[in-house]
């Protein structure tokens, strides 16, 4: 393999790593809306029912 081609090979990766980390940020940012909405949701439960 030459150098070009290694390059070629290096900056694929790069731009699969960067794809893969905003895939990951993304899957944590909907996480935490869930997360958040849940939360929420038990939280009205609990001050509505009294719920201990």
Same mark, same amino acid.
């Given at each position: ?8 090979v ?13 895939? @990951?940020?993304?899957? @944590? ?11 929420? @949701? ?8 009294? @719920?201990?």
């Amino acid at each position: 393999m030459d150098i070009t081609a290694a390059f070629s090979v290096y900056g694929q990766c790069v731009e699969k790593e960067t794809e893969v980390r905003e895939n @990951v940020q993304a899957a @944590v940012k909907d996480l935490e809306k869930v997360s958040y909405s849940v939360n929420t @949701v038990l939280e009205k439960m609990h001050n509505s029912q009294g @719920v201990q």
